[in-house]
């Protein structure tokens, strides 16, 4: 699961998907005190002779990061900051303080015909020495005792102890096909691609999975993700989101205790606004999984948008500590100081995503909002024109809706009347959204316009649940019709926008 990625606050539609490249946030000199209990499971090497082999080579590290996640005394670095090293040159040691973690697990896949070999290490990286080292040659029926017995040494290794729950979790086989499994690979290797095209492949490697045997719960959990990611697009929103909710449902049902389903179900019932299931499902996804970095980030977003900040504070900086290369992640820590108001500290943290991915355009829409409430105009402008920069291949109307943008904060009402029908003219476009037309209305003081979006954001199935932080509804908190929204998205209507 890794739906986080695609969920973000701000125009929808996000077709980036690039893996960022690993770096440190630490100054060179900065001491790093190492935890042995800390790991990163870097990209396995493929050996294969066959190239398309490099599907399982990525398939083999992210199941084995999700395996050794079960372990309630291990803390498990996520796929996407250790993803940004592979094929690094770089030494395990650096690795290791760049990222914090004391051990470091890296190993290699060959396949040949039904036959795999795999070689892996734990590195003490503070000793620089090997704490464990295995190769099995095995065939291919035999992947997921590999993957368990990995789990079950490093925990050994490091002298943690595996609870008995645990320990059915990590052995236990998530299909009894090998076809299906390969199947479910080749999805995960086209969703971790992002882009529409490839999260269709992805759900047609789902679907053959699935297919292939009914009872894998995974690969229903693939296609709800899928199919959330594209409501999130604004793809056939109503259509995905029942799919989405039909697949975690039958996920579920095949496998309760399965996290990544849990955090599945828990997005799916946000989107209806049943918020107190919604949390029910990420804490039991994060009681299974501690180091899950996506049910976390999911448990901040509902945290944040009922104003739970010191709760949600605490989800979403150790969703970093979990994924500290993610720019999502480190995206929704400066969301939390937006709606906390606290916008210089913000502006740090968007500044921090833009270093791990500058291509990545939620950060730079926040920032043009960042810098217009104060009033940097010129680092407002710059973020504007990198926005239509990246995004004018497939949005057109993105230089009009920043223009538009622009002359909000310049407060020139003028112009942003004259652009809010070109803007308007584009909403039932996948990535426009009537939410952001209400945002213009509000400032220019139409508040039954603006609430009148609103309710057409909501009835489109449109993210708005961030209304009770979101500055632009401040002229409105006490207006009926605003109560009433709050109500629909399954909010408290007395608690207020800031603590």
């Known amino acids: 699961m890794n739906s986080s990625e695609d969920k973000e606050l701000g125009i929808k539609g996000w077709l980036s998907g690039k893996v960022p490249k690993a770096k440190s946030q630490e100054s060179k000199t900065a001491p790093v005190v190492l935890d042995k209990h800390r790991i990163a499971v870097l990209p396995f090497v493929n050996m294969s002779p066959d190239p398309n082999d490099e599907y399982f080579a990525d398939g083999m590290t992210e199941e084995i990061i999700s395996t050794v996640s079960g372990i309630s005394g291990l803390n498990v670095i996520s796929r996407t900051s250790v993803m940004g090293y592979k094929g690094t040159t770089k030494k395990v040691e650096e690795i290791g303080r760049e990222l914090k973690a004391g051990s470091v697990l890296e190993g290699s896949f060959r396949k040949a015909g039904n036959r795999i070999r795999v070689t892996t290490q734990l590195i003490d990286v503070a000793a620089d020495k090997h704490l464990w080292a295995q190769n099995y040659d095995r065939n291919l029926d035999d992947i997921f005792a590999i993957q368990s017995d990995v789990a079950k040494q490093v925990a050994e290794a490091l002298r943690s102890q595996i609870l008995s729950r645990e320990k059915e979790r990590v052995e236990k086989r998530p299909t009894e096909s090998t076809i299906a499994y390969a199947f479910y690979l080749k999805g995960r ?23 292939e045997d009914p ?118 820590l400066g969301i939390y100081y937006f709606a906390k108001r606290e916008y210089s500290r913000a502006i740090e943290l968007f500044k921090r995503v833009i270093d791990l991915d500058p291509s990545y355009p939620p950060v730079h829409v926040e920032l043009v909002v960042t810098y217009g409430i104060l009033k940097m105009f010129d680092d407002m402008k710059r973020e504007a024109t990198t926005v239509v920069e990246l995004l004018k291949g497939t949005y057109p109307v993105v230089q009009t809706l920043m223009n538009c943008l622009v002359a909000r904060y310049e407060d020139d009402k003028e112009t942003v009347r004259r652009l809010i029908p070109d803007v308007e003219a584009h909403i039932n476009e996948p990535g426009h959204t009537a939410s952001f037309l209400a945002s213009f209305h509000f400032y220019l003081g139409e508040n039954a316009k603006g609430l009148k979006f609103m309710e057409l954001a909501y009835s489109k199935g449109e993210d708005i649940s961030g209304v009770r932080w979101n500055p632009d509804l401040d002229n409105v908190r006490t207006d009926p019709r605003y109560l009433d929204l709050l109500k629909k998205l399954g909010l408290d209507q007395t608690a207020q926008p800031t603590s």
């Open 189 to 211: 290797f086209f969703w971790n691609k992002r882009g529409v095209k490839n999260i269709e492949k992805a759900i047609e490697y789902f679907e053959l999975a699935v297919h």
């Open 215 to 332: 009872s894998f719960a995974l690969g229903y959990v693939g296609q709800a993700d899928c199919s959330l990611v594209l409501a999130n697009w604004g793809v056939d929103i109503e259509a995905n989101l029942r799919k989405a909710k039909a697949m975690a449902t039958k996920a579920i049902e095949l496998d309760p205790g399965l996290a990544e389903a849990l955090t599945t179900i828990a997005l799916v019932l946000d989107n209806e606004h049943e918020l107190r299931q919604a949390e029910e499902h990420c804490k039991k996804a994060i009681e299974l999984k501690p180091s899950y970095s996506t049910a976390r980030q999911w448990y901040f977003n509902l945290l944040l948008n009922q104003l739970k900040w010191g709760e949600a504070l605490e989800q979403i900086e150790k969703a970093v500590e979990l994924d500290p290369l993610s720019p999502v992640i480190n995206y929704n």
